[in-house]
């Protein structure tokens, strides 16, 4: 069973930045893909960003250019670097992990971007 705890969502201004993290335990295997996904109000959950193991990475169009995904495997952690944000990435940011073909979930975390 895999835990995912997340943290550094929040209140920013248009144009502002965030960072997201979040941290994988309770199984001693790296999951093989790490991700990021978010729901707005009123919306099925998206893809922000994704992370393989072995590093590659795949994105939303509409946060390339501005948002970057980041991955530690040894300590199981994946990062999202969040930039030039706009109102319309208001939601809640979901925690992803696959794991011998499993997905697991963050309980989710709230970015408000907002004047």
């Known amino acids: 069973q895999v835990q995912l705890v997340e943290s550094g969502g929040g209140l920013v201004q248009p144009g502002g930045s965030l960072r997201l993290s979040c941290t994988a335990s309770?199984?001693?295997?790296?999951?093989?893909?790490m991700g990021w996904y978010r729901q707005a109000p009123g919306k099925q959950r998206e893809l922000v960003a994704s992370?393989?193991?072995?590093?590659?990475?795949n994105y939303a169009d509409s946060v390339k250019g501005r948002f970057a995904i980041s991955r530690d495997n040894a300590k199981n952690t994946v990062a999202l670097q969040m930039n030039s944000l706009k109102p319309e990435d208001t939601a809640v940011y979901y925690c992803?992990?696959?794991?011998?073909?499993?997905?697991?979930w963050g309980q989710g975390t709230q970015v408000t971007v907002s004047s």
């Open positions: 309770g199984s001693s295997f790296s999951p093989s893909a």
């Open positions: 992803n992990a696959l794991l011998f073909q499993r997905d697991y």
């Open positions: 992370i393989r193991r072995v590093g590659s990475t």
